[in-house]
Each structure stands twice: as structure tokens, then as C-alpha cells.
């Protein structure tokens, strides 16, 4: 009996040993440094230099994320597709295996299996990897990527039905305390909409180029929490046709970076000893430091953006559903565990009532109290939030138009805080405006 309760001793603060380095992080700083200067060519080198590391520490879907979002910035973008490919990849294949259960997570936490993804970064590999095509002058191909973007986008509710059904499976029947009431105010994206209808403009597709514009329209009016400014005023000139020898230019951009998660915890007492630990992870939003931006042309030309997708806030709206899953199989797995302490105390009882002597009596409350106390421990280090998460999605996307004579031209982005002075200054050059090319330009500023 001694050497039976050693045994689990041992056993069970292994497994606590075990729990506590089951997940790490990497240094990122030198990269994000370089990031935060804008100096994208070195934050992607520097990444690579870190690839090793990251990967074994963090994983290679994140580092796919991460390398993919710093390639496209840093205008490599055979380098940003073959990343954000193998992300897409990696996310499907997670989510199948979700499908079929993972009995690790259950029984200790989320970080026990490789990460993920989150659905945002899920929808927005697709609108990058369109992006990436445009600017190798693929339209065709850009576009199958922005349908791919929406068609994911109408799956989320399916999705998380299609993982409760799997989890009260996998849990033998436990019932999670999802509602199927549960729902998410994302439908549609404005910005995923007016990329569709820029580039189906394009490439010669009116018909579809105007269905898109009206799912912008219709993106702002039914999601207005979402969407709290006004559509932007280009909108309503990007499909009328130029005069002769002129052409309608598009330019998107993106500030800021994406939301981060932390974890949120709270203890459930079931009696004065015992208590039931529930660690979730909550988003958190890093709002864009710019408020307005202009454009000047070599030209003498001028023009501003507006906003068009808060993607901060649909990272963390679209984050409402997985939480909610997250939560149903964290108070399961939770419960477990309190209840396996519960059944170590009241089987030490037992035994020490039915005990030879006082001398065994004694010895089962010791070595019993020693496993209860272990359990403890076990069930307050094990139950961890997974806070892993990407690091280079932006947080907000801007748009704006104009009609240009053909020829080339030098463009100056500048980016304003709320005091009007300019933080950000971005130059694109050579930009080409011709009947045939794709009239899409892009800018990027990390603040």
C-alpha cells in the first residue's frame, strides 16, 4: 500500500513538473523593435534568425503567421504566399483534429496541443494572400482567394456547431453549457467587399464588381456596432467610368497591429479546501495610434483615406464564439480535476476507517493527504489560458480613390495622430496606371 501511494506521488508531481513547462515563449523583441521603425526588411530577417527557436518553442503555425505578414510588408510576396499557405494548411489541419478530440487538452489545457489559430487570423490569411497576388498582377488569382475569404467567413457558426457536437463526444456525453442561441455580429466584411469590387472592377467583371459594392453598403448597415463611421465617400465614384486616357486608382492601408490575448482567471469554491480554477483567455484590443491619412502624388495631386474595417474589433468579435467553446471544455476539464481531488479524499477516508490499526490509519491519512495536497497543486498549475496568438495582423484598414491620367507616378503617405502631426511617412514609387494592370495600391504603417 506504502509503495502504491509513493508511486502515484511521484507520478502526480511528475506530471505537475511536466505541466508547468509544457509551454514557452520566444524573445521577439529585436524583431518587433525593427517592426514598430517600420524597417520591415530587418524585422523579417531578424525572424528568420529566430526561426529555429520559434519554432520549437511556439510552433511552426505561428511562426507561418508571423514570417508570412512580415514577407508581405516587406514586399516579398512568393515568400509571404508559400508562409500564409502552410498557415492555412496547418489551421485546417488543427481544426480536423479538434474534430476527432485531443484527450491532453481535456485533461490538463489548451496548451498541451499545438496551437490553433484564431479565426481572424484564419479570414485575413486570405485577404493577404489575395494582396500578395495582386501585386504579382494575378487578378484572377486574387480573387479566388477574397471568395475563399467569405466563404470561411459564412462557415464560423457551422464551424463551432460541428466542435460542440465533437467535444460532448469526446467527453463521453458531459453536457458543455454552450447556448445554440450563441451567435456573432460578423456577416459580412466591408474591406474583404471593396478589395472584391476594386479588383472584379479590374479585371473586366462589372456585374460582380457591383455585387461587391453592394455588400459594402450592406456590411456598414447591418453591423453598425462593428462599423461605427460612415462608409468611405470614394466609394460611391470606384465604378463609374474614367474619361478617356484617365483610370480609377484604389489604395488601401493598414495601421496599427491586432489585439493580443491575456488570462482571465477565476476560482469556484466547492467546499472550504477545494475550490475549481477556470483560466480563459481574453482579447485584448491595441487601437491604431493614427487618425487621418493623406496621399500626395508627384503629381501635385492629393487625397485621403477613410476607414473601412476596424480589424481589431472583428478579431475580437469573432474571438465571442471560440471562447464560448473554450469555456465549455474549460469548466468540463476543470470539473474533473476538483472532483478527482473529491474522490482522493474520500477514498483516504475510506481506507483509513477500514485500517488494521492506528499506525496504518495514520499512515493512509499522511500518504492520502500528500496526494490530495499534490492534486491540489496539479489542478492550480495545470489549469493555464492559451495566450498564444500571432503578432503582425493590423488593427485598423483604410481605402480611398482617385481618377489619374495614365503614366507613373511617386506617391507620399502620410499618417496623422489626433493632433494632426504626421508619425508615418510611407513612399511608393513607380507606381504604374495603365488600362491593363490592376490599379491597387498598398501602404503600411505599424503604428
Request: aromatic fraction near 10%; charged fraction near 25%.
Amino acid at each position: 500500500m506504502v509503495t502504491y501511494l509513493r508511486s502515484s506521488i511521484i507520478l502526480v508531481l511528475f506530471v505537475v513538473s511536466t505541466t508547468l513547462s509544457c509551454t514557452s515563449t520566444v524573445a521577439l523583441t529585436p524583431v518587433t523593435h525593427s517592426y514598430n521603425r517600420a524597417d520591415f526588411t530587418e524585422a523579417y530577417e531578424r525572424l528568420q534568425d529566430l526561426k529555429t527557436e520559434y519554432v520549437k518553442k511556439q510552433g511552426p503555425l505561428l511562426y507561418a503567421l508571423d514570417a508570412g505578414l512580415l514577407a508581405h510588408y516587406d514586399n516579398r510576396w512568393l515568400p509571404s504566399n508559400t508562409y500564409l499557405d502552410e498557415a492555412e494548411r496547418r489551421i485546417w489541419e488543427r481544426y480536423t483534429e479538434s474534430l476527432s478530440g485531443n484527450i491532453a487538452s481535456y485533461l490538463i489545457n489548451e496548451n498541451t496541443r499545438p496551437y490553433q489559430g484564431e479565426d481572424y487570423e484564419d479570414l485575413y490569411t486570405n485577404l493577404f494572400k489575395a494582396l500578395n497576388y495582386v501585386h504579382l498582377g494575378d487578378g484572377e488569382g486574387a480573387l479566388v482567394e477574397l471568395r475563399r475569404f467569405n466563404e470561411k467567413q459564412q462557415m464560423l457558426k457551422q464551424k463551432y456547431d460541428t466542435l460542440y457536437k465533437a467535444m460532448d463526444k469526446t467527453t463521453g456525453g458531459i453536457k458543455s453549457n454552450y447556448s445554440k442561441g450563441i451567435s456573432i455580429q460578423f456577416s459580412t466584411s466591408a474591406l474583404g467587399n471593396y478589395l472584391q469590387m476594386v479588383l472584379a472592377r479590374d479585371t473586366g467583371d462589372i456585374d460582380q464588381a457591383q455585387f461587391a459594392q453592394s455588400n459594402v453598403q450592406q456590411a456598414f448597415k447591418k453591423q453598425p456596432s462593428l462599423y461605427p463611421f460612415f462608409p468611405p465617400r470614394t466609394l460611391e465614384d470606384d465604378l463609374v467610368p474614367p474619361p478617356n486616357n484617365k483610370e480609377r486608382v484604389n489604395i488601401v492601408a493598414f495601421t496599427g497591429l491586432g489585439p493580443y490575448k491575456e488570462e482571465v482567471v477565476e476560482r469556484v469554491w466547492f467546499s472550504y479546501d477545494n475550490y475549481m480554477k477556470i483560466a480563459l483567455p481574453q482579447m485584448v484590443l491595441r487601437p491604431t495610434r493614427v487618425r487621418s491619412i493623406d496621399v500626395h502624388l508627384s503629381d501635385g495631386s492629393k487625397f485621403t483615406l477613410e476607414p473601412i474595417e476596424d480589424m481589431g474589433a472583428i478579431a475580437q468579435e469573432a474571438f465571442h464564439l471560440k471562447r464560448s467553446y473554450i469555456e465549455s471544455k474549460t469548466i468540463i476539464r476543470s470539473f474533473l480535476k476538483s472532483t478527482g481531488t473529491e474522490i482522493i479524499d474520500a477514498t483516504t477516508a475510506s481506507m483509513a476507517r477500514e485500517a488494521k490499526d492506528a499506525d496504518e490509519a495514520e499512515a493512509i491519512h499522511f500518504f492520502g493527504s500528500l496526494i490530495s495536497f499534490a492534486s491540489r497543486i496539479f489542478n492550480e498549475a495545470s489549469e493555464r489560458a492559451d495566450t498564444r496568438g500571432s503578432h503582425f495582423f493590423p488593427d485598423r484598414a483604410w481605402v480611398g480613390g482617385i481618377t489619374l491620367p495614365r503614366g507613373r507616378y511617386d506617391a507620399r503617405v502620410l499618417y496623422r495622430d489626433r493632433n494632426g502631426k504626421i508619425i508615418h511617412e510611407q513612399n511608393l514609387k513607380n507606381l504604374e496606371v495603365t488600362p491593363d494592370n490592376l490599379k491597387l495600391w498598398e501602404s503600411v504603417c505599424p503604428l
